[in-house]
């Protein structure tokens, strides 16, 4: 199964509180931290409502 590293890439300071709560619950900490999550249906919606904070790379085992 392929694997995604998420990047935030914006802060998440002044956004709605459930961006703000997603994007503590990834792990993502401070702008330029990344974390690799599975590509599964979960993920892919929280990045997907993140999509304006977050970049997202491929990673292939």
């Given amino acids: 199964m392929a694997k ?3 990047t935030l890439r ?3 300071a002044h956004r709605l509180p ?3 709560k997603m994007v503590k ?3 993502l ?3 330029n931290s ?3 999550k599975p590509d599964d249906a979960a993920t892919r919606g929280v990045i997907f ?3 304006h904070l977050v970049t ?3 990673i292939k085992d």
């Fill in 4 to 6: 995604l590293k998420i």
């Fill in 10 to 12: 914006k802060s998440a």
């Fill in 18 to 20: 459930e961006q703000r």
């Fill in 25 to 27: 619950e990834f792990g």
């Fill in 29 to 31: 900490n401070r702008v």
């Fill in 34 to 36: 990344s974390v690799i």
């Fill in 49 to 51: 409502k993140l999509a």
């Fill in 56 to 58: 997202v790379e491929e």
